[in-house]
């Protein structure tokens, strides 16, 4: 009787610690999702890109973790942009709805930029952005319900035709709620990234780019790949992050990222990614594949001409 008493508390005692620690790295992964789609969405990393592309432009992203796994995690990104006052500001809205197990955070972001033409072939891209997070907050010893948390960040997107080089702060807010700080949730990492595009031949645009991710307390983080478009028509390409874990429960974050992209016509365009990337361990006893897909969908209503980034 002691023995299934004690085991019985036991189980209460590793859930309770499993859904705390659940909801502490909830907000961590939200991030991570939009973050991590920064070569399809820029803007997601850097609100200097917004209104960059000159033409607006609309992109939804839907991902799912691990299908094999009960619960896996889901996700659905919402990302717009485009340019008023003949190009001159970028005005910009993203939303991200992430469900991992029983915890569900939103999160709403506007961004506006301002577009400096420092030559005939440089622009000048200055940023802001702002909004708010919901999701489940702890303060140590229980789980509250969702709290919105405000979100401010800043970005500088250099470019011209053929090369791009960023530089971002996008969140620089410090959270509390009650006497805690929430520096789990709110790393407020520093990304520098640099790219471009070149013709190898005329039917073939390379489109290489590497990101560089610095935050206080972890290593230095990157991503090296490129994009490969075949007539403007079909693109496929590859790239791999190397780096630590972004929190307690994760894995060690060193994946490949295979992309596949369609143009449909001039408007519409249809992608898919696919991350090697491992469960948390939360979901390590589960066998087989543990993969993310997604699957991308991007509106142009009126493109001046092919979309790079």
């Given at each position: 009787?002691?023995?299934?008493?004690?085991?019985?508390?036991?189980?209460?005692?590793?859930?309770?610690?499993?859904?705390?620690?659940?909801?502490?790295?909830?907000a961590?992964?939200?991030?991570?999702?939009?973050?991590?789609?920064?070569?399809?969405?820029?803007?997601?990393?850097?609100?200097?890109?917004?209104?960059?592309r000159?033409?607006?432009?609309?992109?939804?992203?839907?991902?799912?973790?691990?299908?094999?796994?009960?619960?896996?995690?889901?996700?659905?990104?919402?990302?717009?942009?485009?340019?008023?006052?003949?190009?001159?500001?970028?005005?910009?809205?993203?939303?991200?709805?992430?469900?991992?197990?029983?915890?569900t955070?939103?999160?709403?972001?506007?961004?506006?930029?301002?577009?400096?033409?420092?030559?005939?072939?440089?622009?000048?891209?200055?940023?802001?952005?702002?909004?708010?997070?919901?999701?489940?907050?702890?303060?140590?010893?229980?789980?509250?319900n969702?709290?919105?948390?405000?979100s401010?960040?800043?970005?500088?997107?250099?470019?011209?035709d053929?090369?791009?080089?960023?530089?971002?702060?996008?969140?620089?807010?410090?959270?509390?709620?009650?006497?805690?700080?929430?520096?789990?949730?709110?790393?407020?990492?520093?990304?520098?990234?640099?790219?471009?595009?070149y013709?190898?031949?005329?039917?073939?645009?390379m489109?290489?780019?590497?990101?560089?991710?610095?935050?206080?307390?972890?290593?230095?983080?990157?991503?090296?790949?490129?994009?490969?478009?075949?007539?403007?028509?079909?693109?496929?390409?590859?790239?791999?992050?190397?780096?630590?874990?972004?929190?307690?429960?994760?894995?060690?974050?060193?994946?490949?990222?295979?992309?596949?992209?369609?143009?449909?016509?001039?408007?519409?365009r249809?992608?898919?990614?696919?991350s090697?990337?491992?469960?948390?361990?939360?979901?390590?006893?589960?066998?087989?594949?543990?993969?993310?897909?997604?699957?991308?969908?991007?509106?142009?209503?009126?493109?001046?001409?092919?979309?790079?980034?």
């Amino acid at each position: 009787m002691f023995w299934k008493n004690t085991h019985h508390y036991s189980r209460k005692v590793f859930l309770a610690i499993t859904l705390l620690t659940g909801s502490l790295g909830a907000a961590t992964a939200q991030r991570e999702v939009l973050y991590e789609q920064y070569v399809q969405n820029p803007m997601s990393i850097n609100p200097g890109f917004t209104g960059a592309r000159e033409d607006f432009n609309m992109t939804a992203i839907f991902r799912r973790k691990w299908f094999n796994i009960p619960n896996s995690p889901t996700s659905q990104t919402f990302a717009a942009d485009g340019t008023i006052a003949n190009g001159k500001f970028g005005i910009g809205f993203q939303a991200l709805n992430d469900q991992t197990s029983y915890f569900t955070t939103t999160g709403f972001v506007g961004s506006f930029a301002f577009h400096l033409g420092l030559s005939e072939t440089w622009k000048l891209g200055l940023g802001a952005q702002g909004g708010i997070n919901v999701l489940p907050v702890s303060d140590g010893t229980f789980i509250s319900n969702n709290r919105a948390l405000g979100s401010f960040g800043l970005g500088a997107w250099l470019r011209s035709d053929r090369l791009y080089f960023g530089i971002s702060k996008p969140e620089v807010l410090s959270q509390k709620f009650g006497d805690q700080i929430i520096g789990t949730l709110y790393r407020r990492p520093l990304y520098i990234t640099a790219g471009g595009s070149y013709d190898l031949s005329e039917d073939v645009m390379m489109l290489p780019h590497v990101l560089f991710i610095q935050e206080k307390e972890h290593k230095l983080r990157f991503d090296v790949g490129s994009r490969f478009w075949f007539r403007e028509k079909v693109g496929l390409g590859a790239s791999y992050r190397v780096g630590g874990g972004y929190n307690a429960m994760s894995a060690k974050v060193d994946y490949l990222q295979l992309t596949a992209e369609v143009q449909l016509g001039r408007n519409v365009r249809l992608g898919y990614f696919y991350s090697t990337r491992q469960a948390e361990q939360i979901y390590a006893s589960y066998s087989g594949p543990k993969g993310i897909h997604e699957l991308m969908l991007k509106f142009i209503p009126n493109p001046k001409g092919f979309q790079k980034y």
